[in-house]
């Protein structure tokens, strides 16, 4: 069973990578007040092993001092993104920066959801189980469940919207480049115009010439035939 777990948590693992490698650097660089998070993280895991030490570090540790910052980093990669899909609506910049964009939100949007799993819940005091039991009031909802359930419905909202904007944008694209081909195909037979009015001009200019000549020849074998007295 447990074989058929860790099987399955592969490609959970392999999606949260890049937000777990952030985490590291976080930890790596990262200081509070009580001192380095990464002299902290080792103290906990020596104390309490990886699993359970790793679980008290994001709750004790991380979660209290970076939570917001973590939100922060989302919203301002949320902002980047769609700067990104304007400046390519615009075609100022390629579409690669789009994915870039989206990878790094995708990233920070892990990270967060990482923080918010490891966020401490509140505790039910007596009062809110009273009012929940007796009179018939169920407690308020977790706030940070709340707002992460919020952010990722309204992050749904703006890349559904980005998505529309980048399909309407390659449609537009896609019209200029058949603009191009039209206005090359109208370019080419323009020169083959010019090129037969060319032709037909030479020729008549041609013909002239030759008339001319012609006429000169007459007139000069005439003159020669002509008795002298």
């Not at 990669?77 to 990878?103: K, N, P, S, T």
């Amino acid at each position: 069973m447990g074989f058929i777990r860790a099987l399955l948590f592969i490609p959970v693992l392999v999606c949260a990578l890049p937000a777990l490698i952030v985490l590291y650097v976080l930890i790596l660089i990262g200081e509070v007040n009580e001192g380095p998070l990464r002299s902290l993280y080792a103290a906990e895991i020596r104390k309490f092993g990886f699993k359970a030490g790793f679980r008290r570090f994001m709750q004790n540790i991380f979660v209290p001092s970076y939570r917001n910052h973590t939100q922060s980093f989302v919203l301002g990669a949320a902002g980047f993104l769609v700067m990104a899909v304007g400046l390519r609506g615009l075609g100022v910049i390629a579409v690669e920066w789009v994915y870039v964009a989206l990878g790094i939100e995708f990233m920070l949007l892990t990270l967060w959801a990482l923080t918010m799993y490891f966020a401490p819940e509140e505790k039910m005091g007596e009062d809110a189980l009273t009012n929940g039991n007796g009179g018939g009031k169920q407690a308020a909802p977790l706030t940070s469940s709340k707002e992460l359930v919020e952010g990722v419905r309204e992050l749904s909202t703006h890349i559904a919207f980005l998505e529309r904007r980048l399909a309407v944008t390659e449609s537009k694209f896609e019209g200029l480049g058949k603009l191009d081909s039209a206005m090359q195909t109208l370019s080419t037979r323009l020169n083959l115009l010019v090129s037969d009015q060319f032709n037909i001009r030479v020729r008549k200019e041609f013909e002239l010439l030759l008339s001319e000549m012609a006429r000169r020849s007459t007139e000069e074998k005439g003159q020669s035939d002509e008795p002298r007295p």
